[in-house]
């Protein structure tokens, strides 16, 4: 098993800046790749970002590319997103997971293991 505790959502006004940490515990060694999503009210979960926890080869989804950076500190065993430019329709619930595939993958079903999420509100 492997436990993620997300951190460091917030109310901020547009074009300001947050950063987001996840922290797992457990069977940290199983994981591959870990994702950020995101859900907003009414809508489904959509894949924000991605990133493999050897090669650090990292995956964006086009609404947020050049605006958010996933990085991940292997020794704290933590993944950051860093997001900037933040608009208001980046309002949502942000969560982190992991996934045990050794292959990247947008699907919200591939994920394994999934945090208890974080309110990011980005006010106009």
């Known amino acids: 098993q492997v436990q993620l505790v997300e951190s460091g959502g917030g109310l901020v006004q547009a074009g300001g800046s947050l950063r987001l940490s996840c922290a797992a515990s457990g069977r940290t060694f199983s994981m591959k790749y870990m994702g950020w999503f995101r859900q907003a009210p009414g809508k489904e979960r959509e894949f924000v970002a991605a990133?493999?926890?050897?090669?650090?080869?990292?995956y964006y989804a086009d609404s947020v590319k050049g605006r958010f950076t996933i990085s991940r500190d292997n020794a704290k065993n933590t993944v950051y997103l860093q997001m900037n430019s933040l608009k208001p329709e980046d309002t949502a619930v942000y969560y982190c997971a992991a996934d045990n595939s050794p292959l990247p993958s947008r699907d919200v079903n591939e994920y394994d293991y999934w945090g208890q999420g974080t309110q990011v509100t980005v006010s106009s």
């Open positions: 990133i493999n926890y050897v090669s650090r080869n990292t």
